[in-house]
Each structure stands twice: as structure tokens, then as C-alpha cells.
């Protein structure tokens, strides 16, 4: 596909710091694939699940290139940061490793460091003059572009790609860290302009693929035994407002209800969800397709931000909480065991008392399976940051404590309707704390552990659909035995 207005600045090097890049092992044989044998790499993942996809599909690039996972940080030949600045502390934690790194590459001139993401994209040029020890600073719609980056690296360059930028398909197939379940994206970017957000400012314009395109990397990824496909995009209601076509009822011609029904019928696919849903584009046609399509798992995150329109209105979010409460109604009145999570923000500027009273008031009286929290975080060239009624850190601290522990108390009641019921769960890996128990989760996305073999002694393998009797339930896991 075409490039629209990339641009990748190239800084020249600046002599000893950049002496030749990736380091060949010596001796062993080199990969199947025929690429030359590199070093070990290492990639740490910070933010969310287009962070994570983004990570697996740059890991799967490195392997095809010959590069080997590496079994730490400390000794890999290639690390790269893959990073979230969505709230400072997310930012400031990647400082903190890069001075790690910085010091490792100035005893190691080998050593390659890339940071990509959206600390990369925000900060571009500016991250080079703050750790000059960079080789790649690389925003995530470069992502599928990294062999060709790290070429430029390879010949001596510090390189900076944070332009504009078509996404393009990757060919490489990702290292995915699961067999069972899969994230595909099926929109980049985002064209909100939520007050407090630092995403489209990162991840660009939205972006969408084909639905062919899609279902291709489905097919694939089922051939290989994926059982379960979450769908990702930041807004992924909108996905398809982008392309072309309409319907002759005159929609528009993709939609994500479209889409659903365009992969469903896939062999081998277990379970179907998405994420992230967005309050103002969700539609009535989108419910009633997750209840009529078998696969679709009654999940919903939908996040609402604040329990106060006000608020809403000063976040720019475009619905009011009457909104979402029809949402959740029509929600279960189709599917009266859903789960529903969601993203809350406390302490806006500007939030009154009375305001956050009424965030902590919808929680309880939707019942959220699950609500992630977080104090407002000022974030660089968003509106909000420069309003002048900031609210004082204790205030912050305050309010997110006591929200806290209110969504852990509600998920807890949520929970409890779980026990003694028998419960579909996807097995997913072994419980890394516990090597007698297997975990996945419900079709409501429960975590819930239970015992690895059945009572004829057989082990159940991940991938498998069992049945599981639930015995405990905790705010946000449940355990029990095969029913
Ligand atoms: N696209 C999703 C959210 C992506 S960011 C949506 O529209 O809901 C994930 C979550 O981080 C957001 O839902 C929000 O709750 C939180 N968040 C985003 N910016 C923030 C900020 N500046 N301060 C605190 N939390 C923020
Ligand atoms: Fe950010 Fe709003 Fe876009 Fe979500 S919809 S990514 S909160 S701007
Ligand atoms: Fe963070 Fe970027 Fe995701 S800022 S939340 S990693 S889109």
C-alpha cells in the first residue's frame, strides 16, 4: 500500500555512541527461515491491547530477521520499550528503564535500544536529546515498518520515524505470547478529541482495514488454533466510517455489526469479542447482533468516563449518562447475564464534590463487572491541561481510593452470582501461581482457575472448552472444580 506523507528523519549519528549495531552471535546455526542469526532480543510492553498486538506483531518481525527471544533484559542484544503515555506516571516509568538501558549501552556500544509507541510518538527528537544513547525512536504507526528501521540503524543512523503515517498490512506473522486467544486490530487511531486524551494526538487519524483483510488474519490465526479473537480498536464503533461504500438501505457500507457478521462463520473460532466501545456510536443494531451471534461473548467495556453530564460535556464525550444507562438497559434486556466493564476518570478539572458523588452513584447502580480507575492526569497538547480549576493531588488520591474500593465491593456482589453455577470456560494457560490448576475465562471474561487433570486422571490441554462447577468467587476471579 501507499505511503501518504510518511517521513522518517534521520539524525545523523553522533560518532562513538553509535558504533555498528546488532551484534551476530558467534557460531550456531541460523534460523529456519534463512534470515542471518542475530542476537537475542527483548521487548517490554507498557499500556494497552493495541500496545500488546503492536508488540507481538514487531516481536514476529524480529524473529523473521533472524533475531532470538532473549531470556532478560540485562543481557538481550536488542531491547525495545514499546510505550504508553496516557498518564504521566505510565511516561515517567519508561524514563526510568531507559536510564537503565542508557547505562548498559554506553559499557555495551552493541547493544541496540529502540523505544516505540506513544511516549516515542509524543516525545520524537526530544527523546534523542534526552537519552542520546537511543539507536530507533519509532511511533506505533511505524510498527510493521521495524526491519526496515532497524536497516537504517544497521548502517550507522539514529533514527526517528514518528511522521503521518499509512498503515501498512504486515505480512510477518506476529509471535503471539498465547495459543488460545488472539487480538486483531481492526481500526488504528482514533478521531475523538476527548478533552483529557493524549491517544489521537499518538496514534493518528482513524485508520481502518478491509474486512477481507481481516478475516484473512482470522482464518490464519484459527488454521493455528486460536480459539478466541478479541477485535481491538480505541473506538472501534467507528470502525469502518473510513471506507467507502453504502448500503442500498443507505448506512454505511462497514460497520462493526457488518464486520461481526462478515468473520463469524469462521472454522475453528470459538469465541468473538471487542474493544474498545464507545458510549456516543454504539447502536441498537450492534446489540442485537452480539445476541444473535453465537460466538460474540457477552462482554461489553464501554467506557463511561464520569457518572455527570456536565463533566461529560467539559470531557467532550458526546453522550449524557441517560445514554449509557439505555445502552446498558437494552444490553441486558437481550443478554440479561452480560458482564459489563468500563473506564472512569476522577478528579477532572473542575469536578465538584457533588459531581464525583454522582461517578460513584452510577457504579453502584449499573453493578460494572469491573471499572478501571484513574485519577486525571494532565497530558501535553491536550485542552484540559491548560484549564486553570486543576484539582490538588490529595483531592486525586482521595477520590481514587474511595472509588476503589467501592468497584472492588460492587465487583465482588457482581461475582457472587457465579457460585454454583457451571460455567463455559476457555482453557487458557496454567495458573502461573499454582502448576496443579489451569486458567481461562468465562465468555463474560471471568479469570477462574480450576484443576488441571479431570478424575479419570486425563490433563486437560489449553484450548479446550470445559465445564467448570464454581466453588469461590472473588471480586475479580473465580475458582472451582470440573463439573
Ligand atoms: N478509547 C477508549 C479509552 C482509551 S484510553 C475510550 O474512549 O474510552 C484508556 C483510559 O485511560 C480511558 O478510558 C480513560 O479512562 C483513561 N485516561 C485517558 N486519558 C487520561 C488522563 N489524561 N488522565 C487519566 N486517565 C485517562
Ligand atoms: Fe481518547 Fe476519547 Fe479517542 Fe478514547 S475516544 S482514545 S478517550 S480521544
Ligand atoms: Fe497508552 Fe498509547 Fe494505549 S498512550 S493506553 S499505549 S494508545
Avoid at 414 to 440: F, T, W
Wanted: glycine share 8%; aromatic share 6%.
Amino acid at each position: 500500500m501507499p505511503e501518504t506523507g510518511a517521513m522518517t528523519a534521520t539524525v545523523p549519528s553522533e560518532g562513538a555512541t553509535l558504533a555498528p549495531q546488532t551484534s551476530l552471535d558467534a557460531g550456531g546455526l541460523p534460523p529456519a527461515s534463512g534470515a542471518p542469526r542475530r542476537g537475542s532480543y527483548w521487548i517490554t510492553t507498557f499500556g494497552c491491547q493495541m500496545n500488546k498486538a503492536d508488540s507481538e506483531r514487531m516481536a514476529g518481525i524480529l524473529e523473521a530477521m533472524g533475531y532470538i527471544a532473549g531470556s532478560d533484559e540485562h543481557s538481550a542484544d536488542l531491547v525495545l520499550y514499546n510505550t504508553c503515555t496516557i498518564r504521566d506516571n505510565a511516561e515517567q516509568k519508561v524514563y526510568s528503564y531507559l536510564g537503565r538501558q542508557a547505562q548498559r549501552k554506553r559499557d555495551n556500544p552493541h547493544l541496540t535500544l529502540v523505544v516505540a509507541g506513544c511516549v516515542a510518538q509524543q516525545e520524537g527528537e526530544a527523546l534523542l536529546r534526552r537519552v542520546p544513547e537511543l539507536d530507533l525512536v519509532m511511533g506505533p504507526q511505524h510498527a510493521n515498518r521495524l526491519e526496515a528501521l532497524l536497516s537504517q540503524v544497521e548502517s550507522g543512523q539514529q533514527v526517528v520515524a514518528t511522521g503521518e503515517h499509512h498503515i501498512l498490512e504486515d505480512i510477518t506473522t506476529a509471535r503471539r505470547d498465547s495459543t488460545v486467544c488472539a487480538w486483531v486490530n481492526v481500526i488504528y487511531g482514533c478521531n475523538e478529541r476527548c478533552t483529557y486524551c493524549v491517544v489521537p494526538a499518538v496514534r493518528g487519524r482513524e485508520q481502518s482495514r478491509l474486512p477481507a483483510a481481516i478475516r484473512l488474519e482470522m482464518e490464519g490465526l484459527a488454521a493455528q488454533g486460536i480459539r478466541e479473537i478479541t477485535l481491538l480498536g480505541q473506538n472501534i464503533d467507528a470502525y469502518g466510517r473510513d471506507l467507502p461504500g453504502i448500503t442500498p438501505e443507505g448506512r454505511r457500507a462497514h460497520t462493526l455489526t457488518d464486520l461481526l457478521q462478515h468473520v463469524h462463520d469462521i472454522k475453528g473460532l470459538e469465541r468473538i469479542r471487542f474493544a474498545t466501545s464507545h458510549p456516543r456510536y454504539f447502536t441498537e443494531r450492534l446489540i442485537d447482533a452480539c445476541a444473535d451471534l453465537p460466538k460474540v461473548c457477552e462482554h461489553f467495556h464501554i467506557p463511561f468516563q464520569s457518572g455527570d453530564d456536565d463533566v461529560l460535556r467539559a470531557m467532550a464525550r458526546g453522550y449524557t449518562v441517560d445514554r449509557y444507562r439505555r445502552i446498558i438497559e437494552r444490553i441486558r434486556r437481550r443478554m440479561p447475564e452480560a458482564s459489563i466493564s468500563a473506564d472512569v476518570i476522577v478528579a477532572f478539572p473542575g469536578e465538584t464534590d457533588a459531581q464525583y458523588r454522582r461517578t460513584l452513584d452510577l457504579i453502584e447502580e449499573i453493578g460494572f463487572d469491573l471499572v478501571n480507575t484513574a485519577a486525571y492526569s494532565p497530558r501535553p497538547n491536550t485542552p484540559a491541561a491548560t484549564w486553570p480549576d486543576q484539582l490538588e493531588e490529595a483531592v486525586k488520591v482521595a477520590r481514587l481510593q474511595e472509588l476503589n474500593v467501592l468497584v472492588e465491593r460492587i465487583a465482588r456482589q457482581r461475582s457472587a452470582r457465579y457460585l454454583d453455577r457451571i460455567e463455559a470456560v476457555l482453557v487458557e494457560a496454567v495458573n502461573p501461581k499454582d502448576g496443579s490448576q489451569l486458567m481461562g475465562r468465562t465468555r463474560t471474561n471471568r479469570l477462574t482457575f480450576f484443576p488441571a487433570q479431570r478424575a479419570d486422571g486425563s490433563v486437560i490441554t489449553p484450548g479446550e472448552l470445559v465445564a467448570v462447577r464454581i466453588e469461590q468467587v472473588r471480586a475479580f476471579s473465580l475458582s472451582g472444580s470440573l463439573a
